[in-house]
């Protein structure tokens, strides 16, 4: 009997024991399995992490390219600053060695003719050959359809009448392209017609010899507006997109050529829709300074 006793407490310990380290093995799977999930979880945090540091990166590559385009900005500003204030030497050495005549006793011709800065005036004048080689018609919008010679300017010029245009347009003023290149043999024409009609003294106010017009060189377009009626008249001044161009042409690399308070030092009367191109540089110069082209070679030479 005692030794019955004695096996049923050993049994009984003996399964104890195992249920014991069941339940230790159990716990211990457990614990092992919650550590794996924490880490588990640890880990997408972690994923979250690096995605929003992609992020933040990117974040910070658009500030960098943010950064870039400021500082292309500034030098943007900076250089148009430049041109805005570029000084008398500066604006020399961009028209180069030109030598025009002051003698209002005699016109002579000029001697570089292809010169984007050329004066072409009552005294200087273009050789009676002269056609420029490059000339384009400009993508704007005319006043007349159909081909014309009229329709032409020099490359550079055409560009920026393109530019000056779209700007106007922007702005919200529409102005369109009436006349640009007119040979000598055509100037000759229409000043000869205006003699007959007015007579000389009047028709040399309003219509240039043949060699003296800015419209052979290629570089000059009288504009117009709808306004009225696209003709050419000192009204343009009047309405906003002729104040528009009086503001803004030199942004463009445009003067306007023969400004009301000059008529005396041109030699001309107003002419708000006459646009002569002269590039940025010394558009910029003449208008800041006030100055006429006539006005500008007078005072370096
Ligand atoms: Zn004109």
Same mark, same amino acid.
């Given at each position: 009997?005692?030794?019955? =006793?004695?096996?049923? *407490?050993?049994?009984?310990?003996?399964? %104890? &024991?195992?249920?014991? *380290?069941?339940?230790?093995?159990?716990?211990?799977?457990? +614990?092992?399995? $919650?550590?794996?999930?924490?880490?588990?979880? @640890?880990?997408?945090?972690?994923?979250?992490?690096?995605? +929003?540091?992609?992020?933040?990166? /990117?974040?910070?590559?658009?500030?960098?390219?943010?950064?870039?385009?400021?500082? @292309?900005? #500034?030098?943007?500003?900076?250089?148009?600053?430049?041109?805005?204030?570029?000084?008398?030497?500066?604006?020399?050495?961009? =028209?180069?060695?030109?030598?025009?005549?002051?003698?209002?006793?005699?016109?002579?011709?000029?001697?570089?003719?292809?010169?984007?800065?050329?004066?072409?005036?009552?005294?200087?004048?273009?050789?009676?050959?002269? /056609? !420029?080689?490059?000339?384009?018609?400009?993508?704007?919008?005319?006043?007349?359809?159909?081909?014309?010679?009229?329709?032409?300017?020099?490359?550079?010029?055409?560009?920026?009448? #393109?530019?000056?245009?779209?700007?106007?347009?922007?702005? &919200?003023?529409?102005?369109?392209?009436?006349?640009?290149?007119?040979?000598?043999?055509?100037?000759?024409?229409?000043?000869?017609? @205006?003699?007959?009609?007015?007579?000389?003294?009047?028709?040399?106010?309003?219509?240039?010899?043949? &060699?003296?017009? /800015?419209? +052979?060189?290629?570089?000059?377009?009288?504009?117009?507006?709808?306004?009225?009626?696209?003709?050419?008249?000192?009204?343009?001044?009047?309405? !906003?997109?002729?104040?528009?161009? =009086?503001?803004?042409?030199?942004?463009?690399?445009? *003067? %306007? $050529?023969?400004?009301?308070?000059?008529?005396? %030092?041109?030699?001309?009367?107003?002419?708000?829709?006459?646009?002569?191109?002269?590039?940025?540089?010394?558009?910029?110069?003449?208008?800041?300074?006030?100055?006429?082209?006539?006005?500008?070679?007078?005072?370096?030479?």
């Amino acid at each position: 009997m005692k030794r019955l =006793v004695r096996i049923t *407490i050993i049994l009984s310990l003996i399964c %104890i &024991g195992i249920v014991g *380290i069941t339940i230790l093995i159990n716990n211990r799977l457990e +614990q092992a399995a $919650r550590a794996d999930e924490v880490q588990q979880s @640890n880990n997408s945090n972690a994923g979250v992490e690096e995605d +929003q540091q992609d992020n933040l990166n /990117e974040n910070n590559d658009n500030e960098i390219d943010d950064l870039d385009t400021q500082e @292309n900005n #500034e030098n943007i500003d900076i250089n148009e600053e430049d041109i805005h204030n570029n000084s008398i030497e500066r604006i020399i050495e961009i =028209v180069g060695d030109q030598v025009y005549n002051f003698d209002p006793q005699k016109a002579l011709v000029i001697g570089n003719q292809d010169s984007l800065y050329a004066l072409v005036n009552k005294l200087n004048e273009l050789d009676s050959n002269y /056609e !420029p080689n490059d000339l384009v018609v400009p993508n704007v919008e005319f006043s007349f359809s159909g081909n014309d010679p009229k329709k032409q300017m020099r490359a550079v010029a055409a560009d920026a009448l #393109e530019e000056l245009l779209q700007g106007a347009s922007q702005g &919200g003023f529409r102005l369109v392209a009436v006349s640009g290149y007119r040979s000598y043999s055509r100037q000759k024409t229409i000043y000869a017609g @205006n003699v007959d009609r007015m007579g000389e003294e009047a028709a040399n106010k309003v219509s240039a010899k043949p &060699g003296q017009s /800015e419209h +052979q060189s290629g570089l000059a377009m009288d504009v117009s507006s709808e306004g009225i009626g696209y003709s050419l008249e000192e009204t343009l001044g009047d309405l !906003p997109e002729g104040k528009w161009l =009086v503001s803004h042409a030199h942004e463009y690399g445009f *003067i %306007i $050529r023969y400004p009301k308070d000059k008529t005396s %030092i041109t030699g001309y009367n107003y002419e708000p829709w006459h646009v002569r191109y002269v590039g940025k540089e010394l558009a910029a110069y003449l208008y800041n300074n006030k100055l006429t082209l006539d006005e500008f070679y007078e005072q370096i030479s």
